[in-house]
C-alpha cells in the first residue's frame, strides 16, 4: 500500500516492462523499504529486481513447482513464498550477493495440497498460510514449528490475511464464504456471508480478502466480477465495486492513498498595504487498483465507486498489482509471462 503524496491528479505512465519468466507472473512484490521487487511465477521461480535501476538481482530456485503468492518480511530482509509443491519457503534477499551463502533459510512442509496464500504478520514473526487443502496454519516460521491448524472452509482457500494489530485472521475460500478467525486461540470469530449467498443463489468463490490499512474494513473479490468493501464488525458491505472483468482467475488488487495538494490565495480588503497570502489546502483520496482479465488495470475511487482511469498493462490476463510504498511505482504481472512497471506521477 503506498502512503507518499503526489502533487495533482494521478496518472500512471508506462516506466518498463521486465521480461525473463518462462511461465505466467502470478505476483508481484514491492519490498517495505522499496528497494526491491519481487516476482512468482509459475515457472517455479522467483525473481529479485532492483528498484534504483530495475536490473535482475538474483533468480531464487528451489521450488519444484509454480509460485502461488509471496510476501516480504517487514524489515525487508525476508521473502516468504508459497507454491503449488505444498511448501512454504523462506529466503534471505539480503545475501543475494553472496555465492557462498543460499538465500534459502528453510522450508516449511505441513500442508497436503497447493499453498494458495501467505502473509508475515506486522511483527514479523509469524506467517499464516493457507491451502487448497482447505487448512489454515498459523507458523512460528524461525523455529520452522505449525503453532496452530484450522479446519477452514469446505473448500479451497483462496487468500488470508492478518489484520494491523495481529490478533485477527482473515480467509476467503472458494466456498463463497469469508471467515476472521482469532490468531491466539484459533477460534473462529465470525463468517461474512455475501448477500447473494446468504439468499441462496449460488455461490461464487471468493479469491482475495484483505484488510485495509486502518484495520476498519475488509477488502474482497469474488468471480462474480464484484469488489466489495465490508464493515466486518456489522457484518455489512458498505460498498461495491464492479467494470473490471474478473470470472476465472484470482487476481490481486492493491491500494494507493495520494495526497493532493492545492494552492489558494487570500487577500485583506484592497488597502494600499494588502498582502495576498497562499494557503495550501491538502487533501487525500484512496484508489483501489483491479488486475482484470481483459488485459487492464481499473482504477477506482475508494469512496465513490467510478473508475477513474484504465491502464492498458498486460497481452493477456492481469494477475496482480502492488504499489511501493513510497507512491513511486506501480508493478503488475499477468498470464504473458511480464512484469510492467509504471511510474505514479501527476
Same mark, same amino acid.
Given at each position: 500500500?503506498?502512503?507518499?503524496? &503526489?502533487?495533482?491528479?494521478?496518472?500512471? $505512465?508506462?516506466?518498463?516492462?521486465?521480461?525473463?519468466?518462462?511461465?505466467?507472473?502470478?505476483?508481484?512484490?514491492?519490498?517495505?523499504?522499496?528497494?526491491?521487487?519481487?516476482?512468482?511465477?509459475?515457472?517455479?521461480?522467483?525473481?529479485?529486481?532492483?528498484?534504483?535501476?530495475?536490473?535482475?538481482?538474483?533468480?531464487? %530456485?528451489?521450488?519444484?513447482?509454480?509460485?502461488?503468492?509471496?510476501?516480504?518480511?517487514?524489515?525487508?530482509?525476508?521473502?516468504?513464498?508459497?507454491?503449488?509443491?505444498? +511448501? &512454504?519457503? $523462506?529466503?534471505?534477499?539480503?545475501?543475494?550477493?553472496?555465492?557462498?551463502?543460499?538465500?534459502? !533459510?528453510?522450508?516449511?512442509?505441513?500442508?497436503?495440497?497447493? &499453498?494458495?496464500?501467505? !502473509?508475515?504478520?506486522?511483527?514479523?514473526?509469524?506467517?499464516?498460510?493457507?491451502?487448497?487443502? %482447505?487448512?489454515? *496454519?498459523?507458523?512460528?516460521?524461525?523455529?520452522?514449528?505449525?503453532?496452530?491448524?484450522? +479446519?477452514?472452509?469446505?473448500?479451497? *482457500?483462496?487468500?488470508?490475511?492478518?489484520?494491523?494489530?495481529?490478533?485477527?485472521?482473515?480467509?476467503?475460500?472458494?466456498?463463497?464464504?469469508?471467515?476472521?478467525?482469532?490468531?491466539?486461540?484459533?477460534?473462529?470469530?465470525?463468517?461474512?456471508? /455475501?448477500?447473494?449467498?446468504?439468499?441462496?443463489?449460488?455461490?461464487? /468463490?471468493?479469491?482475495?480478502?484483505?484488510?485495509? /490499512?486502518?484495520?476498519?474494513?475488509?477488502?474482497?473479490?469474488?468471480?462474480?466480477?464484484?469488489?466489495?468493501?465490508?464493515?466486518?464488525?456489522?457484518?455489512?458491505?458498505?460498498?461495491?465495486?464492479?467494470?473490471? =472483468?474478473?470470472?476465472?482467475?484470482?487476481?490481486?488488487?492493491?491500494?494507493?492513498?495520494?495526497?493532493?495538494?492545492?494552492? #489558494?490565495?487570500?487577500?485583506?480588503?484592497?488597502?494600499?498595504?494588502?498582502?495576498?497570502? =497562499?494557503?495550501?489546502?491538502?487533501?487525500?483520496?484512496?484508489?483501489? $487498483?483491479?488486475?482484470?482479465?481483459?488485459?487492464?488495470?481499473?482504477?477506482?475511487?475508494?469512496?465513490?465507486?467510478?473508475?477513474?482511469?484504465?491502464?492498458?498493462?498486460? #497481452?493477456?490476463?492481469?494477475?496482480?498489482?502492488?504499489?511501493?510504498?513510497?507512491? !513511486?511505482?506501480?508493478?503488475?504481472?499477468?498470464?504473458?509471462?511480464?512484469?510492467? =512497471?509504471?511510474?505514479?506521477?501527476?
Amino acid at each position: 500500500m503506498g502512503t507518499g503524496t &503526489v502533487n495533482g491528479p494521478v496518472q500512471f $505512465i508506462p516506466f518498463c516492462i521486465l521480461n525473463g519468466h518462462t511461465g505466467s507472473v502470478n505476483r508481484v512484490k514491492f519490498s517495505p523499504d522499496c528497494r526491491f521487487l519481487a516476482s512468482g511465477s509459475s515457472d517455479a521461480t522467483i525473481r529479485i529486481w532492483s528498484t534504483i535501476d530495475w536490473r535482475l538481482v538474483n533468480i531464487l %530456485e528451489g521450488h519444484t513447482s509454480g509460485i502461488s503468492d509471496i510476501d516480504w518480511s517487514p524489515n525487508s530482509e525476508l521473502l516468504a513464498s508459497a507454491a503449488d509443491d505444498r +511448501t &512454504v519457503r $523462506i529466503w534471505s534477499p539480503l545475501s543475494l550477493s553472496s555465492q557462498a551463502r543460499s538465500p534459502l !533459510r528453510r522450508t516449511l512442509n505441513r500442508h497436503t495440497h497447493h &499453498v494458495t496464500s501467505l !502473509r508475515f504478520n506486522r511483527r514479523g514473526n509469524l506467517i499464516v498460510t493457507g491451502s487448497r487443502d %482447505e487448512n489454515i *496454519i498459523i507458523w512460528d516460521y524461525k523455529h520452522a514449528k505449525d503453532l496452530k491448524t484450522l +479446519t477452514a472452509h469446505s473448500d479451497p *482457500i483462496s487468500a488470508v490475511d492478518f489484520s494491523r494489530d495481529g490478533t485477527i485472521i482473515v480467509s476467503g475460500s472458494q466456498d463463497g464464504l469469508i471467515r476472521l478467525w482469532d490468531t491466539g486461540s484459533g477460534q473462529c470469530l465470525k463468517t461474512l456471508v /455475501p448477500t447473494n449467498l446468504a439468499k441462496g443463489y449460488q455461490k461464487n /468463490p471468493v479469491m482475495f480478502v484483505q484488510f485495509v /490499512p486502518n484495520g476498519k474494513y475488509i477488502i474482497s473479490s469474488t468471480l462474480d466480477g464484484y469488489i466489495r468493501l465490508w464493515d466486518y464488525m456489522n457484518d455489512k458491505v458498505i460498498k461495491t465495486y464492479r467494470g473490471h =472483468v474478473n470470472t476465472k482467475y484470482s487476481s490481486t488488487p492493491s491500494l494507493l492513498n495520494v495526497t493532493t495538494s492545492l494552492s #489558494t490565495e487570500t487577500s485583506a480588503p484592497s488597502t494600499p498595504t494588502t498582502h495576498t497570502s =497562499v494557503a495550501n489546502v491538502s487533501t487525500t483520496t484512496s484508489y483501489l $487498483i483491479q488486475p482484470s482479465e481483459d488485459g487492464f488495470i481499473y482504477v477506482f475511487d475508494l469512496q465513490t465507486k467510478k473508475v477513474v482511469t484504465q491502464v492498458k498493462a498486460h #497481452t493477456d490476463v492481469v494477475l496482480a498489482t502492488d504499489v511501493d510504498a513510497e507512491n !513511486r511505482y506501480m508493478a503488475s504481472c499477468g498470464l504473458d509471462g511480464t512484469v510492467s =512497471v509504471f511510474k505514479i506521477s501527476s
